[in-house]
C-alpha cells in the first residue's frame, strides 16, 4: 500500500519514474546551456542592464533567435548523420575544416583564458590571504587539468548541471526581490543611449558570448554523439534537450539584464576593472538583494557555474582540435594521447595569456568577447552551408522559417561585423 507522501507526491508532481528518465536524457543540450550561463550571463547582461537600462533587452533576445538555426545545426546533423560537424566540414572540402580548426584554436586559448581568470577571481573570494590572479588562475588550470584527465569529467557534468539550476533559482529570486524592492535609479533619472557610435565595441562584446559562441555547436556535436555512442537518443528527446537549454539560457539573459536595471542602473556605483574586486561587487550585487547570510552560498555557486565552464570548454575545444587535426591528416578517430596533448598545450598557453593580461578581468572578457564576435559569422555560415548541402531526413531537414530565420541570422552578423571593423579600424 502506497504511503500517503508518495501518493501526493505523484498527484501534485511530475511522476517520479518519468522524471528520473527525462532528466537522464538530458545531455548536449544542458551542457550548451552551462558552459553559456557565464560571462555572458553574469558579465554582460548585467553590465547591459546596469548602464543602459531596459534598451538592450531586445537586442539580447534578438541575438539569441538570430544565432539558433546555427546552434540546432549541430544537433541536427549529428542525428541526422550519425556525425559531428568536424566531419561535416571535411566532407564539403579540406578549405572548410582547416578553416574551423583554426578559428577553433585562436577560441579555445581566448575563451579559455577567460574564464579561467573569472573561475580564479571567484576562487580568490573563499581563499584566505591575498593570492594574485595569476596564482589563482594556475590552481584553477591545475585543478581543470585533473579533472579532465583522470577521467572525472563526467561526474563534474552532473554536479555543474545541479550547480546551474541553484544559479538560476538564486538569480531569479535576487531579481524578483529586487523587482519587489524597486529600481535604485533615481526619480526623472534618463537613461544614455546605447544606438550611438561609441556604444559599438559595447553592443559586440555583450553580442560576442549571448548566449555563447557559434563554435561551441562543434561541441554540443562532440558530446552528442558521444552520448549516442553509451545510450539511445531519440530525435524528439535530443531536440527536447536542445531547446530547453537554449530556451533557459535566452530567459536568464533577460534575468541577468533586470538585475543590472534594478541594482545598478542610475546608482552611480562604477563596476570593478580588477577581477577579484569586480567578482566580489557581483557577489555584494546579489546578497544585497537576497540578504546578507547568502554572500557565501552564492559566491560558491557563481564559482562552481563558471569553473564548470572552464572545464566544460577545455574537454570540447581539446577533442574539437584533436578531431580537427586528424581530420586534416585524412584520419577518422583521434587518440586519447592527442587529446591529452591539446588539453596541456590550451591550458599551457591559457596560462601565458593571463600572464599578460594578469588582474584585468573586464579587459580579458572584453577581449575575448569581441573575439568571439568576429569569429561567429564565419561559423553560422560553416553550419549554415552544411545543413543546405547535407542529405538529411525530412523530419531534420530545416523548415522554410527556419532557412529564412538563418539568412537572417547571417545577414545580421555579417552586416554588424563590417560595421564593427569600420568603426574600429576605418573610421
Avoid at 576562487?123 to 584527465?149: D, E, K, T
Avoid at 547535407?390 to 545577414?411: C, Q, T
Amino acid at each position: 500500500m502506497k504511503s500517503q507522501a508518495t501518493t501526493i507526491t505523484q498527484t501534485f508532481f511530475f511522476p517520479l519514474d518519468q522524471l528520473i528518465k527525462l532528466v537522464r536524457t538530458l545531455g548536449p543540450g544542458i551542457l550548451t546551456a552551462t558552459a553559456a550561463i557565464g560571462g555572458s550571463h553574469l558579465v554582460a547582461s548585467t553590465q547591459a542592464g546596469a548602464k543602459f537600462g531596459w534598451s538592450l533587452a531586445l537586442l539580447i533576445l534578438l541575438v539569441n533567435l538570430f544565432k539558433y538555426p546555427f546552434f540546432r545545426a549541430g544537433i541536427s546533423y549529428t542525428l541526422a548523420t550519425g556525425n559531428t560537424l568536424q566531419n561535416g566540414y571535411a566532407r564539403m572540402g579540406k578549405g572548410y575544416i582547416g578553416l574551423a580548426f583554426a578559428l577553433n584554436i585562436f577560441n579555445a586559448v581566448v575563451n579559455t583564458s577567460a574564464l579561467t581568470l573569472f573561475s580564479a577571481s571567484l576562487l580568490g573570494y573563499f581563499l584566505p590571504g591575498q593570492l594574485s590572479l595569476p596564482v589563482l588562475s594556475l590552481v584553477v588550470l591545475a585543478m581543470s587539468l585533473l579533472i579532465v584527465l583522470a577521467g572525472h569529467f563526467a561526474v563534474l557534468n552532473s554536479v555543474s548541471k545541479i550547480i546551474m539550476v541553484l544559479l538560476a533559482v538564486s538569480t531569479v529570486a535576487a531579481a524578483v526581490i529586487a523587482w519587489n524592492n524597486g529600481p535604485v535609479a533615481p526619480a526623472g533619472y534618463v537613461s544614455p543611449s546605447p544606438w550611438t557610435l561609441a556604444s559599438i565595441g559595447f553592443l559586440v562584446v555583450t553580442m560576442g558570448w549571448m548566449p555563447a559562441p557559434i563554435d561551441i555547436s562543434c561541441l554540443t556535436s562532440l558530446w552528442l554523439a558521444k552520448q549516442q555512442s553509451e545510450q539511445d537518443v531519440t530525435t524528439q528527446s535530443a531536440l527536447f534537450d536542445f531547446n530547453l537549454g537554449y530556451v533557459v539560457t535566452a530567459a536568464l539573459a533577460v534575468v541577468f539584464l533586470a538585475l543590472g536595471v534594478l541594482i545598478l542602473h542610475g546608482s552611480g556605483e562604477k563596476l570593478e576593472t580588477g577581477g577579484i574586486g569586480f567578482s566580489h561587487q557581483l557577489v555584494n550585487m546579489y546578497a544585497g538583494t537576497i540578504g546578507e547570510w547568502s554572500h557565501n552560498l552564492i559566491a560558491l555557486i557563481a564559482f562552481f557555474c563558471i569553473f564548470g565552464s572552464t572545464i566544460t570548454v577545455i574537454d570540447g575545444y581539446s577533442r574539437a582540435l584533436a578531431e580537427s587535426l586528424q581530420l586534416l591528416r585524412n584520419k577518422e578517430n583521434y587518440s586519447e594521447r592527442s587529446f591529452t596533448y591539446w588539453v596541456v598545450l590550451v591550458a599551457f598557453v591559457c596560462m601565458a595569456i593571463l600572464l599578460f593580461f594578469k588582474s584585468a578581468l573586464l579587459v580579458m572578457l572584453g577581449f575575448a568577447m569581441t573575439m568571439a564576435f568576429m569569429t561567429t559569422p564565419f561559423f553560422a555560415w560553416l553550419n549554415h552551408h552544411l545543413i543546405q548541402t547535407a542529405d538529411m531526413p525530412d523530419e531534420l531537414r530545416p523548415g522554410k522559417a527556419l532557412v529564412a530565420l538563418s539568412y537572417a541570422g547571417l545577414i545580421y552578423l555579417f552586416g554588424f561585423m563590417v560595421l564593427f571593423v569600420w568603426w574600429k579600424w576605418l573610421m
